[in-house]
């Protein structure tokens, strides 16, 4: 008797220890590995699926995730490449960040149990999501040119335009917690 109290004093102090995330980080059911298949659609259609595995994982030091996705051959399980990224929480100014490193830093927003960030590179804008629906993540990527497919005219009560943007892309994934 006096060893099981011993391991159950043990185990909940070990866990006690583990790190946590903050209540404006990723949240801790988050957190695992998860896998799925990825649909790649244009304006035709789909055009391509491809496994991925998703791990997120909290890092040893407070307020830091990893975020690591894997695009995996099917056919043969082989890994074809590794997105590894760091998410942080900043205290200070109490936003989140996806670390792609090389000092590129992306805001998310922790919204309605998703993350979204929006960005701009090269010509091109990106809109992501990573929503948590029960025991799954579901990811969504979409993108297109920057460039306004269409302007109004000018709108008086609004004192500008309004410009839209084509979405030529989509990639989601729905991923299965493992």
Not at 39 to 56: C, K, P, S
Not at 83 to 90: E, F, G, L, M, S
Not at 104 to 118: A, K, P, S, V
């Amino acid at each position: 008797m006096r060893l099981l109290f011993f391991f159950s004093f043990l185990s909940s102090f070990v866990w006690s220890q583990l790190p946590s995330s903050p209540k404006n980080g990723i949240p801790d059911d988050w957190l695992g590995s998860y896998g799925g298949v990825m649909e790649i659609y244009n304006n035709n259609g789909l055009q391509q699926t491809v496994d991925v595995h998703l791990d997120l994982q909290i890092m040893d030091r407070p307020n830091y995730w990893t975020y690591n996705m894997s695009y995996i051959n099917s056919k043969n399980g082989e890994t074809l490449s590794t997105k590894a990224y760091h998410i942080v929480y900043d205290e200070t100014n109490k936003k989140l960040w996806v670390d792609e490193g090389d000092s590129l830093l992306i805001e998310m927003t922790l919204m309605g149990n998703c993350l979204y960030d929006h960005y701009e590179l090269s010509g091109m804008f990106f809109n992501s999501s990573l929503c948590k629906k029960e025991e799954q993540l579901v990811f969504e990527l979409t993108g297109g040119n920057t460039k306004p497919s269409y302007a109004s005219p000018f709108i008086k009560e609004a004192e500008g335009i309004v410009e839209t943007m084509r979405v030529g892309f989509l990639q989601r994934a729905v991923l299965k917690k493992q």
